[in-house]
């Protein structure tokens, strides 16, 4: 393949280009053609973000030129840049590739984008063949999972420990998690020079002795492989398997014949399965029963009773802190231990034909069972990558993401129903909410039925009102766990200047706070509380930039559309305002200079205009004049003197002036150099109007149509806006800078100057979730009466609450611009959390709404990283304990609520025959 140069053609497999713009060319050529043929099984190399912009700048690439897996930094461009030395990616390299002569492996927790880049493989040898350099890093494109056509890039493969048990001498080998059992083999043989059968391979985890992988058409995904784990390379002697109780350096070794174990036991309540023996679901409880990830206590051995810790197999504390919250929640503890396996749904579409069930119940089982110091979940592991490639690899995830997985899919794993009914949702018909809450209810237990749903589901109910032409929708839906943002992230704070305009009082700066999806008329409303707005009054919001102001005349426009670095105003005016005559102020100051004998007056714009209204029996100049003064006034500093007249008239003629009525609304104020003056006499010192003199010129530009004397009548629909011209000697008599000096609407450096943020409480969150809010402009409702989509106002109402109460306190907030996560203490209750005020229904007089907080995921840092631990509370012993990864300790009730908490878990307190309430 060619592409055409300034001098010919150049083949994208020549030598070094002449140019950048060439070396630009190609390899945007050769990214096209791999991005259109990329398919499993490809390789892409990693290369340094460093390297990468440098070349970039080099080459001169524009943003967004390149195709996905050539996004570049946006650094800038520099002045003349150079031409990049050899790649360097030695930077992104691990010190320990250095061990045994490995492959390079690369650091763990590097970012796409920030630390490395993604090429393929044609476009990194290109870039090496002219640049030279490395080492090499190539990943291989693999899928999602086994159902899915969508790839990705793994660029953190496994990196297995191999320990060879002939002179217990290790190496590391860098492989697929896709790759097969048949493939390892290759790869170790070829490495040791060995014949595939004269070797065994086994499951070394923990340096413990595990299973021989014998199943070459298993992915090492399958296998339970996992990061940096050890794996033991065995000798055989005539097909016989060389083993060693004690010694891995060669010495004495028996011989034995390998054979599979054969083992048999019992589930509790259920039937023997037996390896070998049985079919179906007893096989499978089996083969997880006899996976030997269990690690036994070094020391003294304790009964566990649920006390077992789960090991970290990498960035995995928040899969163990969501686990452990859910082996300890009573009713599901209660369900595994039991023979769940005639409930296991094999035909569920939304499942996972059992197998996810059945891993977590066995983990559930482990952890339940004495003996025990801690377990590595590996198999569990192996079954969540295999069903939520989301979160497989060893990056940090969200505990609450991987709780609402769990959650969902146990339900479909176990959902009784196998053939779910069609059934049509029908309108309310002015029923009672009661009975279609309950119709709701009904309909959704007939296609969903499981132990989840009957623990941990609820059901609130949710009201659009559409803001345009009222219609109400009302619904009841599920819900599995409650997701309750802090106020703060569900609001934003908003500086607004509110201007009297009668002149009354001075400008006035007011902070509120407003939802973030809201309306220019939840501002009016938060505004209009704030400054005390009188029910004669309005308020007019407008925004103010370059000295002239954009009113807000939707009351629905969007907040979200408003940014932090604005400036907007607010106009207090009758509450009839609408039907009288609005007179906009602008300022201008004049300036001149003389230029080639010419004497040139320069007008300039400053301030911000005020705004008031003419009363509605106004109709000559006089009366526009008397207006002006009134808003005026507060900015006085002192009363005026004659001294003060007489400097002023010396200066421009009797103080401001009123230079241009404008008698469009759509045109711009454009004051003239020339036109006729009207000399207004001067007011009285001591009367309402208390300003300099005035003097009004009447311009002659393409805004006026008629010149307006003092004493001429004039068309009030027609006068919207006049010009005000300053002097130097007038800044000394009024404060102008009332109208010059708007805060912004945010100040973040104010903000962050903030020491300790405001703490709330559980009830707090749970207010604001239920508080009515607009939708946001991307989730628009579409009203069946408009026919169209609008931004509805959405409340959310508590209506039956679960056994379980799962409570997600949103600490994340994401946008496109910012991402944070709020640290704030959250005051909840440990003992008699009360919900009955915010359960609508009323009619089950026979259910409690008291709870009991018996576990707590803890997430410790902040975004893309941190740690997460958890609580959880024996129930029997009334005891909470500590579960940090393997580690499980005794802790105080009163230590356990900090501002770590992330996820909340609630136990309902049953009521008796006598009404009494018990745990």
């Not at 036991?265 to 029963?289: E, Q, V, W, Y």
């Not at 200047?497 to 007011?510: I, K, N, Q, R």
């Not at 945010?746 to 009515?772: D, G, I, N, P």
């Not at 740690?867 to 300790?889: G, P, R």
Request: proline share 5%; with cysteine.
């Amino acid at each position: 393949m060619t592409i055409p140069t300034s001098g010919g053609l150049l083949s994208l497999e020549s030598c070094l280009p002449c140019t950048p713009e060439e070396e630009r060319e190609t390899i945007m050529e050769l990214t096209r053609e791999a991005e259109a043929n990329m398919k499993e099984g490809d390789s892409v190399y990693v290369i340094s973000a460093r390297w990468w912009g440098n070349w970039q700048r080099y080459v001169g690439f524009e943003e967004t030129e390149l195709p996905h897996f050539c996004n570049h930094s946006n650094n800038g461009a520099l002045q003349n840049p150079c031409r990049p030395g050899q790649i360097n990616n030695k930077e992104l390299i691990s010190d320990r590739s250095n061990e045994g002569g490995d492959k390079p492996t690369l650091r763990m927790n590097l970012e796409e984008g920030k630390d490395y880049h993604l090429v393929h493989q044609r476009v990194w040898k290109k870039l090496q063949e002219w640049y030279k350099g490395g080492p090499e890093i190539p990943r291989k494109v693999i899928s999602e999972s086994i159902n899915s056509r969508s790839l990705r890039v793994e660029v953190y493969p496994l990196v297995l420990r191999l320990i060879d048990a002939r002179d217990n001498s290790q190496r590391s080998l860098i492989m697929s998690r896709k790759a097969s059992v048949r493939e390892l083999y290759n790869e170790v043989c070829m490495l040791l020079k060995l014949e595939q059968g004269q070797i065994s391979i086994r499951d070394y985890f923990n340096e413990k002795k595990h299973e021989i992988l014998e199943n070459y058409d298993q992915t090492l995904e399958e296998a339970k492989m996992q990061m940096n784990q050890q794996i033991l390379l065995e000798p055989k002697v005539n097909g016989l398997l060389h083993t060693s109780g004690m010694d891995l350096a060669g010495n004495a070794m028996a011989l034995v014949p390998f054979e599979p174990s054969r083992l048999s036991t019992t589930i509790a309540g259920g039937p023997s399965f037996s390896n070998g023996f049985s079919a179906g679901f007893g096989s499978k409880f089996l083969r997880d029963m006899e996976d030997s990830d269990d690690i036994l206590s070094n020391g003294t051995k304790v009964d566990g009773r649920g006390l077992t810790g789960l090991q970290n197999l990498g960035n995995t504390c928040f899969m163990n802190s969501a686990i452990q919250c859910l082996v300890h929640t009573p009713p599901l503890v209660e369900y595994f231990l039991q023979d769940y396996t005639g409930e296991i749904n094999t035909k569920n579409p939304l499942g996972m034909q059992g197998e996810l069930a059945l891993s977590f119940g066995d983990l559930l089982r482990k952890l339940w069972s004495s003996g025990r110091t801690s377990i590595a979940p590996r198999a569990f592991k192996t079954k969540l990558a295999r069903f939520a490639p989301q979160f497989s690899g060893y990056n940090q995830h969200d505990s609450q993401e991987l709780l609402a997985f769990l959650l969902d899919g146990l339900h479909e794993d176990l959902n009784r129903v196998k053939n779910k009914p069609y059934i049509e949702v029908k309108d309310s018909d002015g029923r009672s909410d009661e009975e279609v809450a309950h119709e709701c209810w009904q309909n959704h237990k007939a296609r969903n039925d499981s132990i989840i749903v009957d623990v941990c589901q609820g059901q609130y109910k949710s009201t659009l009102v559409c803001p345009d032409c009222s219609k109400v929708s009302v619904t009841f839906d599920p819900f599995m766990y409650l997701s309750l943002p802090l106020p703060s992230t569900l609001t934003r704070s908003m500086t607004i200047t509110v201007f009297s305009g009668d002149g009354s009082a001075l400008p006035m700066p007011f902070t509120v706070t407003v939802p973030k999806n809201g309306c220019c008329r939840d501002l009016v409303r938060a505004l209009s509380i704030a400054c005390c707005l009188g029910s004669s009054e309005a308020l007019l919001v407008a925004e103010a930039f370059d000295h002239r102001i954009r009113y807000l005349e939707n009351p629905f426009e969007a907040l979200s559309n408003i940014k932090d670095d604005e400036h907007f105003v607010a106009y207090r005016l009758p509450a009839n305002h609408e039907k009288l005559v609005k007179l906009e102020i602008v300022h201008f100051k004049a300036e001149s200079f003389i230029s080639e004998s010419q004497h040139i007056l320069h007008r300039q714009l400053i301030g911000v205009p005020l705004v008031t209204c003419l009363d509605k029996d106004a109709k000559t100049g006089s009366d526009i004049r008397a207006s002006v003064a009134s808003v005026l006034k507060p900015l006085l500093r002192k009363k005026v003197s004659p001294t003060n007249r007489d400097a002023m008239s010396k200066d421009n003629g009797y103080g401001p002036r009123l230079d241009a009525i404008v008698l469009t609304e759509n045109g711009d104020n454009a004051p003239c150099s020339s036109g006729r003056n009207l000399s207004i006499s001067n007011m009285d010192v001591d009367g309402p109007e208390d300003i300099a003199p005035l003097q009004i010129s009447l311009t002659d530009d393409r805004f006026i149509k008629t010149p307006i004397n003092d004493d001429d009548d004039f068309l009030p629909e027609s006068c919207r806006r006049v010009a005000l011209e300053w002097s130097d000697s007038e800044f000394n008599l009024y404060n102008f800078s009332f109208l010059e000096d708007l805060p912004e609407i945010f100040k973040s450096a104010f903000m962050s100057k903030k020491t300790r943020q405001e703490a709330f409480t559980l009830f707090s969150c749970l207010e604001t979730f239920m508080k009515e809010e607009p939708l946001g402009p991307d989730d628009m409702w579409y009203c069946p009466s408009c026919k169209v989509h609008r931004q509805a106002t959405k409340k959310l109402d508590l209506w039956r609450l679960p056994e379980i109460l799962v409570v997600h306190l949103k600490r994340f907030s994401y946008s496109r611009f910012l991402k944070n996560k709020l640290d704030t203490f959250v005051n909840f209750p440990v003992h008699n959390l009360d919900l009955s005020k915010y359960v609508m229904n009323k009619s089950s007089t026979q259910q409690s709404y008291l709870y009991e907080l018996y576990a707590v995921s803890n997430h410790y840092g902040g975004l893309g990283g941190g740690h997460y631990t958890a609580y959880a509370k024996l129930i029997e012993e009334d005891s909470w304990y500590h579960f940090d990864d393997s580690h499980v300790s005794p802790v105080s009730e009163d230590s356990i609520k900090t501002s770590a908490a992330y996820v909340l878990f609630y136990r309902r307190k049953e009521i008796d025959s006598s009404n009494n309430l018990q745990e």
